[in-house]
């Protein structure tokens, strides 16, 4: 997949190269709000942090293999994971965003979302 392709397969997360190490961020608040709908009675306000606790669960949950490398810095309007592995923080992404775009699986994920 050339880096076009990449870029626009994981819209709206967003690719940033730093000098050491790599991250894949969200502006939040539209994409996928209905998720965090469901769980608004117990505080789930959609921002970064449930974003990261969703991450959090499926990185545990589908890719357990990236525990160690991908990690997690959100922020009340954004999401952000990163690594100094690029090939795993792309892998991880693809697989999130996959994940996202299946209602079913990721309700289910989300349902053991921890709030933050």
Not at 19 to 46: H, I, M, P, Q
Request: glycine residues 4%.
């Amino acid at each position: 997949m050339d880096s076009n392709n990449f870029k626009e397969s994981i819209t709206p997360f967003f690719w940033v190269t730093h000098e050491n190490s790599v991250s894949v961020c969200l502006n939040v608040g539209d994409y996928k709000a209905e998720v965090f709908e469901t769980r608004e009675e117990e505080g789930f306000e959609g921002n970064g942090y449930d974003w990261a606790s969703l991450a959090q669960v499926f990185l545990e949950e589908q890719k357990p293999e990236y525990i160690n490398v991908v990690k997690f810095d959100p922020e009340g309007s954004m999401f952000c994971a990163y690594s100094s592995d690029a090939v795993a923080l792309k892998k991880f992404i693809i697989s999130f965003k996959e994940a996202c775009e299946n209602k079913t699986l990721i309700l289910d994920l989300f349902s053991r979302a921890e709030l933050d």
